[in-house]
């Protein structure tokens, strides 16, 4: 699953550690995510959505082999 958690951060000028903190989840746990390592709840996914006022689409896609 590949995500644009990156790109929505960066138009923020947000930290992992600053997104950790608006998503209720640690930095780690955020890295995991964003790196691709582990993938986020329904819930967690839709907190970072509306945090990025975005759709759980726009963040999360799947991959060519997943479709």
């Not at 138009?11 to 930095?27: C, E, F, Y």
């Not at 995510?33 to 006022?53: D, H, W, Y």
Request: overall charge positive; hydrophobic content about 40%.
């Amino acid at each position: 699953m590949k995500n644009t958690i990156k790109v929505e951060r960066a138009k923020k000028n947000w930290t992992q550690a600053d997104l950790a903190t608006h998503i209720g989840i640690s930095r780690q746990g955020l890295n995991s995510i964003e790196t691709g390592k582990f993938i986020p709840s329904t819930v967690l996914a839709l907190r970072m959505a509306k945090v990025f006022n975005t759709t759980v689409e726009v963040l999360f896609q799947l991959d060519d082999l997943e479709e």
